[in-house]
Nanobody, 124 residues
Framework: QARLVESGGGSVQAGGSLRLSCATP????????MGWFRQAPGKEREAIAS????????SYGDSVKGRFTISRDNAKSTQTLQMNSLKPEDTGMYYC?????????????????WGKGTLVTISS
């Protein structure tokens, strides 16, 4: 069964950077869209970024454009979210997700596989 495992979360001060990784041990999502979502306490899940099956296309939520970069390495079955210029409002649980098609929208409904999340805390 496909598994997505996030890592890289932690606590940093505003203005800092973090790099999140998503591994898919024993399973390849090459050709499948992947993405990142986050959920802050008391808030709905928010779409952060998506990347197409072979990395040719990306999309970002308005709140992270210009600060976050999504990438993937299909040979290593990993995808990465580089987060720069972090703000306190970026705090939340970050989830890696994968869909069944080459391209997915910034919509949780397009994703069939989900990790358990990694916590990011940004202090002011």
């Amino acid at each position: 069964q496909a598994r997505l495992v996030e890592s890289g979360g932690g606590s940093v001060q505003a203005g800092g950077s973090l790099r999140l990784s998503c591994a898919t041990p024993g399973y390849s999502f090459a050709g499948n869209c992947m993405g990142w979502f986050r959920q802050a306490p008391g808030k709905e899940r928010e779409a952060i970024a998506s990347i197409s099956g072979f990395g040719s296309s990306t999309s970002y939520g308005d709140s992270v454009k210009g600060r976050f970069t999504i990438s993937r390495d299909n040979a290593k079955s990993t995808q990465t979210l580089q987060m720069n210029s972090l703000k306190p409002e970026d705090t939340g649980m970050y989830y890696c997700a994968a869909g069944r098609t080459d391209w997915c929208r910034l919509d949780p409904a397009d994703y069939s596989y989900w990790g358990k999340g990694t916590l990011v805390t940004i202090s002011s």
